[in-house]
């Protein structure tokens, strides 16, 4: 059988792919240095907030 018969439609490919990857499947990495953990401040804090709603706004999680 020739595998193009199985791409034919949408719908046969759909059946046949074997990885599906899609925006849940990926995570958006955010690196805090440790010492910085051990002397929270506020700026810290605000602009981690910041980049998190942002990085949420967008849709990523």
Do not use: W
Request: aromatic share 4%; charged share 35%.
């Amino acid at each position: 059988m020739r595998l193009r018969r199985l791409r034919r439609t949408p719908l046969l490919r759909d059946m046949v792919r074997e990885t599906r990857l899609g925006a849940d499947d990926l995570i958006y990495p955010v690196f805090v240095e440790v010492k910085t953990l051990l002397d929270i401040d506020d700026d810290l804090t605000h602009g981690l907030t910041r980049t998190l709603q942002n990085l949420c706004s967008l849709g990523l999680r």
